[in-house]
Antibody, heavy 117, light 107 residues
Framework: EVQLLESGGGLVQPGGSLRLSCETS????????MTWVRQAPGEGLEWISA????????YYADSVRGRFTISRDNSRNTLYLQMNSLRAEDTAVYYC??????????WGQGALVIVSS | DIQLTQSPSFLSASVGDRVTITCRAS??????LAWYQQRPAKAPKLLIY???TLQGGVPSRFSGSGSGTEFTLTISSLQPEDFATYYC?????????FGGGTKVEIK
């Protein structure tokens, strides 16, 4: 069974940084692109970033480009999201998912990030 | 960017009803459209991809259709576990985008 487990969420002050991790199991991690999606409280889904199988190509939504960095460690079967210069509007549940075009599946259970002073 | 407009944003229906949700794209997406179901406080779950292909394990009462810029998700006979929010997503080009969601509630 494929499993994705996010960690690293929490409370951070505006302007601060946080790194999310997505540990995977049950799949050949290095064979798949991966992605991050977030959901602000009471709101819809927002795609924010994707990375190819080897980490050579990365993609970002305008809302996070220049502040967030997606990366992966294929030796650890883990995806990362480094989030800098955090803002109140970045408060959300962050989901990782396996990206096998043209679909996202499966998804992790999510990690809550709260940006507040 | 490709905008996806879902309608309705909310619908109230009864168990056994046939339900249709529409997703319109601001430009052609070559059928690269997926549908997800999200229950409260849960991660989204893939239902349909490539506009009409049912994901394994998803009940056959769910179906997808459409091409070009207009797509539909149909639930042929609504079941209690289907009351949730549904999202469409285009995977044709970056930035990948989601529709605003359709919340299906019990009448």
């Amino acid at each position: 069974e494929v499993q994705l487990l996010e960690s690293g969420g929490g409370l951070v002050q505006p302007g601060g940084s946080l790194r999310l991790s997505c540990e995977t199991s049950g799949l050949t991690f290095s064979s798949h692109a991966m992605t991050w999606v977030r959901q602000a409280p009471g709101e819809g889904l927002e795609w924010i970033s994707a990375i190819d199988r080897v980490g050579s190509n990365t993609y970002y939504a305008d809302s996070v480009r220049g502040r967030f960095t997606i990366s992966r460690d294929n030796s650890r079967n883990t995806l990362y999201l480094q989030m800098n210069s955090l803002r109140a509007e970045d408060t959300a549940v962050y989901y990782c998912a396996k990206y096998q075009s043209p679909l996202f599946d499966p998804w992790g259970q999510g990690a809550l990030v709260i940006v507040s002073s | 960017d490709i905008q996806l407009t879902q309608s309705p944003s909310f619908l109230s229906a009864s168990v056994g009803d046939r339900v249709t949700i529409t997703c319109r794209a601001s430009q052609g997406i070559n059928g690269h459209l997926a549908w997800y179901q999200q229950r409260p406080a849960k991660a989204p779950k893939l239902l349909i991809y490539a506009a009409s292909t049912l994901q394994g394990g998803v009940p056959s009462r769910f179906s997808g259709s459409g091409s070009g810029t207009e797509f539909t998700l149909t639930i042929s006979s609504l079941q209690p576990e289907d009351f949730a929010t549904y999202y469409c997503q285009q995977l044709s080009r970056y930035p990948l985008t989601f529709g605003g969601g359709t919340k299906v509630e019990i009448k």
